[in-house]
């Protein structure tokens, strides 16, 4: 029940920060905004490492294979492409597209197994609840 409610909360927090990205790029710029961010994230993920965590930053050597180290960067082109969505289709509408975009994303690296993550099985259930959420963007965006 707390993974759900992390969820929740990640959720939250996400469109959240996108809609406060989004008004930081209109007086910046886009990239000017996007250094903010990942920098500002860049501090505070210090400020708690040193007051909690402490552990060391050579076990990032050992990590393997050597692209999952990728997260970061990808992190860029994230808040780079909510920043522009939520910018040109406003921020509910936005969010739906990245969630269902998620959501199908994270079933095929579950069904195809990719990046070690551990086989699951092709549900049809699963490939109707990706369809009913489809459904509600195009109801949604025509309302």
Do not use: H
């Amino acid at each position: 029940m707390l993974g759900f409610w992390i969820a929740v909360l990640s959720g939250a927090l996400m469109s959240v920060q996108g809609v406060f990205n989004t008004q930081v790029t209109k007086q910046s710029g886009i990239w000017v905004a996007n250094a903010f961010v990942q920098l500002t994230a860049l501090l505070v993920c210090l400020a708690v490492w040193l007051a909690a965590d402490r552990s060391s930053f050579t076990s990032l050597l050992q990590v393997e294979p050597k692209y999952m180290l990728l997260g970061g960067a990808i992190g860029t082109f994230i808040t780079y492409t909510v920043i522009k969505s939520m910018e040109m289709m406003g921020p509910a509408r936005s969010a739906m597209c990245i969630v269902v975009s998620q959501l199908i994303v994270a079933y095929l690296i579950e069904v195809l197994g990719m990046f070690g993550v551990e086989k699951q099985p092709l549900e049809m259930k699963k490939l109707l609840g990706m369809g009913a959420m489809i459904a509600g963007i195009i109801i949604f965006k025509w309302t």
